[in-house]
Each structure stands twice: as structure tokens, then as C-alpha cells.
């Protein structure tokens, strides 16, 4: 069964394209918790802000009560901040990496971001 999400509010929308019985047809997944919005971004690509200034994105292959992740193909960016003691100049510096599986705790996440839905 082939699905192309549709839209996305307090409802969503799935219309399906393999199945004959169910061609071009709409079925309504309501969401009841927070976490069915998370349910709904598996195998998709997530945006996920961590505690110490770390971002995440990549393909989201599990999670449980927890909030525990297991991402793929994964980018992480992590921001550090420094002082230059000459000019008093504030120093961004982004290092970026990429990881092909991660384990994620709970307990770090501040945000999750699903993929963008379009109508």
C-alpha cells in the first residue's frame, strides 16, 4: 500500500494509490496525542533540536514512550560559541557531521519537528 500525505491540522489525510479498492480514496487519521504526530513522521525525515546548542536531521526509524529516537542517515550539527580576549568578539563555529544510525535518548530532546506536509 503506497501512501501520499495530504495535509496535515488536527487531522490527516492519506490517500492511497496501491491498493485498487482503496485508489485515489481519502482515509482520516485523527490525532489523539502528541505523540501520534511523531507515529506519523516514521520513515520520514525529522528536524530534531537537542539540550547543548545540537541539531538533528535524518529518517526516523523508531521511538518509544520516551521519546527515544533511532534515526538514519543522520546530519548533526552541533553550535559552539567562544570569546575572542582581544576583541571581546563573539565566535560561532558550526562543526557538522554525518552518522548512518543513531540512538537518541529522551531525555535531551527539546523539539521535534515533523517533514513539511503540503495539501
Known sequence: LDLIRLSIDERVYIKCR???ELRGKQIQITMEEPLDLIRLSIDE???IKCRG???LRGKLHAYD???NMILGDVEETVTTTEVDPETDEEIVK???RR???LFVRGDIIVLVSPPLRVT
Open 18 to 20: 496501491g491498493d485498487r
Open 53 to 55: 546548542d545540537r541539531e
Open 94 to 96: 558550526k562543526a557538522v
Open 65 to 67: 514512550q520516551h521519546l
Open 45 to 47: 525525515r525529522v528536524y
Open 99 to 101: 552518522v548512518g544510525m
